[in-house]
């Protein structure tokens, strides 16, 4: 089955440390996009990648950074620049602008 | 920043009953309207991309219309079911730009 596969499901972060969030698609989409989620808030767009080997920031990119090496994975890193980084991140693909977007089902990340 | 506006944040119905509501989103430089549910434990899943002034769209007892003159969207659920127990977010955008989520309509099917 095509989708998009975001992992771990649940990460910790201690004080000072870079973790990985993974985001993988067989959709063969050519856009992708990574999204934070806190409580009472909508989505909120921190990057995003309409082809390989190139991305934008999106209204919250501070403290975050993210790689499109390839057409199905498109990896964001949480840095230790981002002082609030306990969120629900969800990540998202589509085919083109028109087309509605798909998502995996998150990574919940917490700072221990 | 665009911004998307839902109403009502919370919304408790009978099974049976119909409802509706609001997403208002700029009227200037309009380019697609998105209607997404998204169910507890699971990923938001697309339900419409509306496009152009007045269209409808419907899937089985959801439907919902689009005014971009006036820049808003409702979504209508007829005969509403447990099961469409969810938040349903909308998102918009303007000439090419991401989309930009409202916060979403908490949706509570009571049996």
Partial sequence: ?112 | ILNVEQSPQSLHVQEGDSTNFTCSFPSSNFYALHWYRWETAKSPEALFVMTLNGDEKKKGRISATLNTKEGYSYLYIKGSQPEDSATYLCASNSGNTPLVFGKGTRLSVIA
């Fill in chain 1, 1 to 112: 089955d095509g989708g998009i596969t975001q992992s771990p499901k649940y990460l910790f972060r201690k004080e000072g440390q870079n973790v990985t969030l993974s985001c993988e698609q067989n959709l063969n989409h050519d856009a992708m996009y990574w999204y934070r989620q806190d409580p009472g808030q909508g989505l909120r767009l921190i990057y995003y990648s309409q082809i390989v080997n190139d991305f934008q920031k999106g209204d919250i990119a501070e403290g975050y950074s993210v790689s499109r090496e390839k057409k199905e994975s498109f990896p964001l890193t949480v840095t230790s620049a981002q002082k609030n980084p306990t969120a629900f991140y969800l990540c998202a693909s589509n085919s083109g602008v028109w087309q509605p977007q798909h998502f995996g089902d998150g990574t919940r990340l917490s700072i221990l």
